[in-house]
């Protein structure tokens, strides 16, 4: 049992690139959630999925898009990558929406220069 | 707004010494409340969490915490720590909503031998 799995571990991409993260789970979570980590900033939600087929905008939507085509999959994209975008991102699932627990992979670090 | 503060940023203790490190929300009506931790390069891990009831919990790792309403409080408390305690540890809400959860920004934790 993998639990959530990101790939990449690390990336580092040049201003105006674009990347996917790859977010799976396998314990048929409802709920998924892509969160970034900065210094003193604590975790801040980006978008989130209450289910296949859907997305919503987190606090700090701007400059990601989201996908779910498959319950198991949450794909976080970055169309034109920014230095302000880098950061340690997180994915998370759960099976309620209370969040009881939230299961976290163990990041992506991304490097934009 | 929801918030949760935790005012210490960085809480340093000594070996085999009692550990608080404290945590506020601010919600109209009384959140869950969890406390997770995070080793260095890992995702983040469910210490303990507080849906109702008995306002002493206890959690994984020989962790407690304490609610107490009438100081919007849920500080988490250890009576003995352990160098491997050394983390960043994350308080957090959920008060409804799709969203999950609102996290503090994180106690860093140094253990002194």
């Known amino acids: 049992n993998a639990g959530v799995t990101q790939t990449p571990k690390f990336r580092v991409l040049k201003t105006g690139q674009s990347m996917t993260l790859l977010c799976a789970q396998d314990?048929?979570?409802?709920?998924m959630y892509w969160y970034r980590q900065d210094p003193g900033m604590g975790l801040r939600l980006i978008h989130y999925?209450?289910?296949?087929?859907?997305?919503a905008k987190g606090e700090v939507p701007d400059g990601y898009n989201v996908s779910r085509l498959k319950k198991q999959n949450f794909l976080l994209g970055l169309e034109s990558a920014a230095p302000s975008q880098t950061s340690v991102y997180f994915c998370?699932?759960?099976?309620?929406?209370?969040?009881?627990?939230?299961?976290f992979g163990n990041g992506t670090r991304l490097t934009v220069t | 707004a929801q918030s949760v503060t935790q005012p210490d940023i960085h809480i340093t203790v000594s070996e085999g010494a009692s550990l608080e490190l404290r945590c506020n929300y601010s919600?109209?009506?009384?959140?869950?409340l969890f406390w997770y931790v995070q080793s260095p390069g890992q995702g983040l891990q469910l210490l303990l969490k507080?849906?109702?009831?008995?306002?002493l919990v206890q959690g994984i790792k020989g962790f407690e915490a304490e609610f107490k309403r009438s100081q919007s409080s849920f500080n988490l408390r250890k009576p003995s720590v352990h160098w491997s305690d050394a983390a960043e540890y994350f308080c957090?809400?959920?008060?409804?909503?799709?969203?999950?959860?609102?996290f503090g920004k994180g106690t860093h934790l140094i253990i002194q031998p």
């Open positions: 507080y849906f109702s009831g008995d306002t």
């Open positions: 998370a699932s759960s099976y309620s929406v209370d969040n009881s627990p939230l299961h």
């Open positions: 919600y109209g009506a009384t959140p869950y």
């Open positions: 957090a809400a959920y008060g409804g909503g799709a969203d999950g959860l609102t």
């Open positions: 999925s209450v289910g296949e087929g859907t997305t």
């Open positions: 314990m048929n979570h409802e709920y």
